[in-house]
């Protein structure tokens, strides 16, 4: 009854069917409470308060005598826009982990090193973004 939890099962649409994919975080959750003996929901929000980020940024690319210009303009999230970021990443590395592996045992190692390997393709897009920011930083946009 998680309005995230629900959000996080419509991004994963894009897999194939819905039903098929509830099945799948089902079982993948009832590993998870079988190996670590432990709920996975509450390392699932854990995993995304993890991921989520603070700042987002406006890309800007403007044309000058054949030369392109990139302005990058930060802006703090919305609390809503912070979730849907990070439920977002998140099914993103689900879908690059998913050839290599099962559904269930990409979910369950996603989360496990989100939560306790800080080691996870999810954090290290978090990261990217953060350097992206701090690349382009400037006074006049924002307060650093």
Do not use: C, D
């Amino acid at each position: 009854m998680s309005k995230l939890f629900l959000k996080f099962l419509n991004t994963l649409i894009f897999f194939n069917i819905k039903i098929k994919i509830e099945k799948f975080l089902y079982v993948s959750f009832f590993l998870w409470k079988k190996i670590y003996k432990t709920t996975p929901l509450f390392f699932f929000f854990q995993a995304l308060l993890e991921v989520r980020p603070l700042i987002g940024f406006y890309l800007y690319i403007s044309k000058k005598k054949q030369k392109k210009i990139i302005k990058i303009k930060p802006y703090y999230l919305s609390f809503i826009g912070r979730w849907q970021k990070a439920i977002y990443w998140f099914t993103r590395g689900l879908k690059t982990n998913l050839y290599t592996h099962g559904f269930y045992i990409s979910f369950v190692q996603e989360l496990f090193n989100i939560t306790y390997l800080n080691v996870s393709n999810v954090l290290k897009q978090k990261l990217k973004l953060y350097q992206t920011i701090l690349l382009f930083k400037s006074t006049k946009n924002y307060k650093w």
